[in-house]
């Protein structure tokens, strides 16, 4: 045996590697494309986290001031009736508008896709021949 790549053998792989090559291309400026998209439309996300961010501090301030006046009036009344039924109902609402859970966004912009490595380009490089690589 050879160990030789025939005429035809060797056709054929300069034939996948040229392919392999235009292929990589292709992929690489679709994901270069798909990075570009994605920072562009990325800045309708940030500006609706903003705008929504935006409302959950107005609404946490709200309710701050809220809890702030009321605990002041509830404050005002007497022990007893602080300790009593509607006392102990009012301190209860006034602990809920205190401790108000609304968390703002944190959503973040994904990674961008890399681009794929030219690892095809060593292809052109294989050995076709024991020849070659002696």
């Known amino acids: 045996m050879a160990f030789k790549?025939?005429?035809?053998?060797?056709?054929?792989?300069e034939k996948l590697t040229d392919v392999a090559q235009h292929r990589l291309e292709a992929l690489n400026d679709a994901i270069e494309?798909?990075?570009?998209?994605?920072e562009q439309i990325w800045?309708?996300?940030q500006d609706a986290k903003d705008e929504y961010?935006?409302?959950?501090?107005?609404?946490?301030?709200?309710?701050?001031?809220?809890?702030?006046?009321?605990r002041g009036e509830f404050d005002d009344k007497?022990?007893?009736w602080q300790?009593?039924?509607?006392?102990?109902?009012?301190?209860?609402i006034i602990d809920q508008w205190e401790g108000i859970a609304l968390d703002e966004s944190s959503v973040e912009m994904p990674d961008t896709?890399?681009?794929e490595?030219?690892?095809?380009s060593e292809l052109a490089d294989m050995p076709t021949s024991v020849e070659e690589s002696v």
């Open 53 to 70: 961010n935006g409302v959950v501090a107005d609404i946490k301030a709200f309710a701050e001031d809220i809890a702030a006046t009321w």
């Open 83 to 92: 300790e009593g039924d509607r006392g102990q109902a009012v301190s209860d």
């Open 33 to 38: 494309e798909f990075n570009a998209d994605m």
């Open 113 to 115: 896709v890399d681009r």
């Open 117 to 120: 490595d030219d690892n095809v």
């Open 78 to 80: 007497s022990e007893k």
């Open 5 to 13: 790549l025939t005429k035809a053998e060797a056709s054929a792989w």
């Open 43 to 45: 800045t309708k996300v």
